[in-house]
């Protein structure tokens, strides 16, 4: 599985202040403002050498005006530059395909093929359950809570009757939690809840596997809504 190509980042401090120029450009509503700066907002977005004689007084001129320019700035666009920018690195730094929701596996063919078929740096976590047995509906809706979590930690579940290994699983080893990565097995919990308080919620499962160092650290969130950024003002 290729893995999706990002677009490039400038780096440096040129390479800053010109993706901020280009930022504020885009986020700036051009009708409401003056004529004159919305020029001078163009040309700092395409910033290029300019070919009169007077290029070095230009070139001090536009800096000074650059620098009002970027003081001036309100709060509230500074900050979605900077979640923009911590999303990004972010996205670069992740590595591997994301999922959504847990997966249901029909068969012993897709269990295997989810387990020596998956990205390499892929944690695979599957929950072998049978519908009657105790903690097993528990444990579906906990996976659930986590796949939005760890969007690239990939959830399954499949029955023990589906598995084609039914005498393996009988019922008094379920709910069976097992965690793989680049085909090898790093987690085989039997009996799970037994890990567990009778009464669980998806927080206990993440930090029992966390005690195991199963799961990645969580997928970076940008950040709040603009009313708790407000509130920290």
Not at 34 to 42: Q, V
Not at 113 to 136: F, N, S
Not at 139 to 149: D, H, I, S
Not at 166 to 195: M, W
Request: proline share 5%; aromatic share 8%.
């Amino acid at each position: 599985m290729d893995e999706e190509e990002l677009p490039a980042t400038h780096t440096g401090p040129k390479g800053v202040i010109n993706d901020w120029r280009k930022f504020k450009l885009e986020s700036e509503d051009q009708e409401s403002l003056p004529p004159s700066k919305r020029e001078l907002l163009r040309q700092m977005s395409s910033p290029h050498k300019p070919k009169e004689e007077g290029r070095e007084r230009t070139n001090r001129k536009m800096s000074a005006q650059e620098y009002e320019l970027i003081k001036e700035e309100d709060e509230k666009c500074l900050r979605k530059y900077r979640k923009q920018c911590m999303q990004e690195m972010h996205e670069r730094l992740s590595f591997g395909p994301k999922f959504e929701g847990v997966h249901e596996l029909e068969s012993g063919e897709a269990f295997l093929e989810v387990i020596e078929k998956e990205h390499r740096l892929t944690v695979v976590v599957v929950h072998i359950y049978e519908d009657e047995v105790k903690g097993c509906e528990a444990l579906n809706n906990c996976f659930t809570c986590l796949a939005a979590e760890y969007p690239t930690v990939k959830f399954c579940k499949i029955k023990a009757s589906s598995t084609g290994a039914g005498d393996r699983f009988s019922d008094d080893v379920l709910p069976t939690i097992l965690v793989y990565k680049a085909g090898e097995l790093l987690g085989n919990f039997l009996c799970a809840t037994q890990h567990l308080n009778e009464e669980f919620f998806a927080v206990d499962v993440e930090a029992f596997l966390n005690e195991y160092g199963l799961l990645p650290e969580k997928d970076f969130n940008p950040g709040r809504n603009e009313e708790e950024d407000a509130d920290v003002e």
